[in-house]
């Protein structure tokens, strides 16, 4: 049973950054899909970045492409979200995802089946 634990959510002033981290444990295949979500403001999960733990292409949505970015440590199955520039629509509650690839890539738009308890993110003035 893949487990992911998020961390680094808090409270920031307008314009600052965050660095969050998803710490991955039971996993079993050679490589996953791992990505960001945040709750968005419909009943589906919101995406934000995504990629491979091992390979290499890294997918964002086209709202955080400028002001976030992804980065890993594959060896120790970590996941980080590096937000700058942020603004109050980016307060939300952040999920990490991740899923088998199972030649479905790893993009935002396939599902995710493994999810982090979320972190939060506040920004404020």
């Known amino acids: 049973q893949v487990q992911l634990v998020e961390s680094g959510g808090g409270s920031v002033q307008i314009g600052g950054a965050l660095n969050l981290s998803c710490v991955a444990s039971?996993?079993?295949?050679?490589?996953?899909?791992v990505a960001w979500f945040r709750r968005g403001q419909g009943e589906e999960r919101e995406g934000v970045a995504s990629t491979y733990l091992v390979g290499k292409p890294t997918y964002y949505a086209s709202t955080s492409a400028g002001r976030f970015a992804l980065s890993k440590h594959s060896g120790e199955k970590t996941l980080y979200l590096h937000m700058r520039n942020l603004r109050p629509e980016d307060t939300d509650i952040y999920y990490c995802a991740a899923a088998v690839p199972a030649g479905r890539g790893c993009g935002l738009d396939r599902p995710y089946d493994s999810w982090g308890q979320g972190t939060r993110v506040t920004v404020s003035s």
């Open positions: 039971g996993l079993v295949y050679s490589d996953y899909c």
